[in-house]
């Protein structure tokens, strides 16, 4: 199984918005509503921030979403901060009843 | 409060086998999650080992299937990861996480790294 494409890297400034692709294929993003996004913080573990493409655990911040169109998912955080400054990596249930990440993102709060 | 927490050798020779153990608390290994291991080599991105029921069901990577063994002690609420032939390429930080009903994992232990080196 191949990963999940997602940019190398996106950058905002505080306050502002940005979004992280995650592209598939119809054999896991596709083709099921379970994508979920982790954010990891140097050194620490990856912490879960969307599940099944847009649902929030309790305790993450609004400013995080998620969405999903065809192949591709989407995490967009609203009202940029510092501490969003991570990287953050995509995640899909697949047809084969594994799991694949994706290649990660590293953001940074300009 | 579910906490996970590896343990194991640090250092592994290439072509020996690596062996780790996650013990669970706050949740009980034969409740109706899976149990799963994750790897982050240096440098790199996140990549899914497998996971395993109390039931001793299994899934893996298939690019790693053929080396990967996860056991489950259910008198330990623990389980565990061995993966052979190391070599370089498996030097990573290794972390267990709970792998919920709804397709995610929403809880982690803090990871351990794993150096495969002479």
């Known amino acids: 199984q191949s990963a999940l494409t997602q940019p190398a890297s996106v950058s905002g400034s505080p306050g502002l918005s940005i979004t992280i692709s995650c592209t598939g294929t119809?054999?896991?993003?596709?083709?099921?509503?379970?994508v979920s996004w982790y954010q990891q913080h140097p050194g620490k573990a990856p912490k879960l921030m969307i599940y099944?493409?847009?649902n929030r655990p309790s305790g993450v911040p609004n400013r995080f979403s998620g969405s999903k169109s065809g192949n591709t998912a989407s995490l967009t955080i609203s009202g940029l901060q510092a501490e969003d400054e991570a990287d953050y990596y995509c995640?899909?249930?697949?047809?084969?009843?594994?799991?694949?990440f994706g290649t990660g993102t590293k953001v940074t709060v300009l | 409060q579910v906490q996970l927490q590896e343990s194991g050798p640090g250092l592994v020779k290439p072509s020996g086998t690596l062996s780790l153990t996650c013990a669970v608390s706050?949740?009980?290994?034969?409740?109706?999650?899976?149990w799963s291991w994750v790897r982050r080599p240096p440098g790199k991105g996140l990549e899914w080992i497998g996971e395993?029921?109390?039931?001793?069901?299994?899934t893996y990577n298939p690019s790693l299937k053929s080396r990967v063994t996860i056991s489950v002690d259910k008198s330990k609420n623990q389980f565990s990861l061995r993966l052979s032939s190391v070599t370089a390429a498996d030097t990573a930080v290794y972390y267990c996480?709970?792998?919920?009903?709804?397709?995610?994992?929403?809880?982690w232990g803090q990871g351990t790294l794993v150096t495969v080196s002479s």
């Open positions: 996480a709970r792998s919920a009903g709804l397709k995610c994992h929403d809880y």
């Open positions: 706050g949740d009980s290994i034969s409740s109706s999650n899976w």
């Open positions: 395993i029921y109390h039931s001793g069901t299994t």
């Open positions: 119809s054999s896991d993003v596709g083709g099921y509503n379970y």
């Open positions: 099944e493409v847009s």
């Open positions: 995640s899909s249930y697949t047809s084969s009843t594994t799991y694949v």
